[in-house]
């Protein structure tokens, strides 16, 4: 299938901003506001330097709509008026993407990292689950909303998800959208080890919340959670299937979904201030991560194959 990026991003834009606020839903914190065709996302409780770890995310501005200058400047002082200090703004491509990023650059605010958008159509991801066989240990099943209390007294001690993850994501299910599913080792099969989500909206699939407990890493059980939830996009009458990960943390997941039949759809550069950006530096130079200035190298010759399409 044709990757098209601004295409791809057009039909996802609507369908992620539904997505979106339907799964940060549960907090009391947590609301949302638009300016333009962006979705802001504030929460006061979040003050990570890390974009992966805080919620104030703003979305999708000039996907659908042009945008003005005078939107960034809105974006920045309804933060301001939240006393939130760090959001993130997440450019993605589109015919305005030279001039959102030019006027975020005359704002001080640079690339702290970014993240890759993955797409497949429906038939190449199906293609790739039949051709590459599945061989774990685990058994992968969709949840139904009748098993939710049960699930609720288990639990799923992933050390980077917040406490309350594990509950929501079970909450999810009970709307029409969303099918989790979990992985269960076969010798204990009341614990599950692995968890993932779809998502189901305008014929597209999110694969989303994907998680392994530490110990049952590199077990095949993400390829087999993959290959899961594209079987049930398939059977939901989906034409195509997305997925997001970390360009810089998630080497893993890339090369999973690619083996899958997934291709890089774009790359959306994240934003924030450069005290923010300096931070990230020094945490990629530890850990032997892209180092920022590849990051905005990178973004340059994105936007300048943006700017010509």
Not at 13 to 31: D, G, K
Not at 61 to 76: C, F, H, K, N, R
């Amino acid at each position: 299938m044709l990757i098209e990026p601004a295409k791809i991003a057009r039909w996802i834009a609507p369908i992620e901003t539904r997505r979106i606020v339907l799964t940060m839903a549960f907090s009391q914190t947590i609301r949302f506001e638009g300016i333009g065709d962006a979705l802001l996302r504030l929460d006061p409780k979040c003050d990570s330097l890390a974009p992966e770890r805080n919620f104030n995310h703003v979305w999708n501005l000039g996907v659908e709509v042009e945008p003005t200058e005078a939107q960034i400047d809105q974006i920045a002082a309804r933060y301001r008026l939240a006393r939130i200090p760090h959001w993130f703004f997440i450019l993605s491509p589109g015919i305005h993407v030279a001039k959102i990023a030019w006027w975020l650059t005359v704002r001080e605010l640079c690339v702290c990292n970014e993240w890759d958008v993955l797409f497949a159509g429906i038939e190449d991801a199906l293609e790739a689950s039949l051709v590459l066989p599945i061989e774990t240990d685990y058994v992968i099943r969709r949840i139904r909303p009748a098993e939710i209390a049960s699930l609720k007294n288990r639990a799923f001690p992933m050390d980077s998800w917040p406490p309350d993850r594990w509950g929501r994501l079970l909450d999810l299910i009970r709307r029409p959208e969303f099918d989790l599913f979990l992985a269960f080792d076969r010798n204990d099969g009341d614990t599950p080890v692995g968890a993932s989500l779809l998502y189901v909206d305008n014929a597209l699939g999110w694969l989303g919340m994907a998680a392994t407990l530490p110990a049952y890493r590199n077990r095949g059980i993400q390829n087999a959670l993959i290959a899961a939830r594209v079987r049930r996009a398939a059977e939901r009458k989906c034409r195509g299937v997305y997925a997001e990960t970390d360009s810089a943390q998630s080497s893993g997941s890339l090369r999973n979904l690619e083996r899958r039949g997934f291709q890089r759809a774009y790359v959306r550069p994240v934003y924030n201030d450069r005290a923010t950006c300096s931070f990230r530096h020094g945490y990629q130079e530890r850990n032997g991560i892209i180092s920022h200035v590849a990051i905005q190298r990178n973004h340059r010759q994105n936007l300048a194959s943006s700017h010509l399409r």
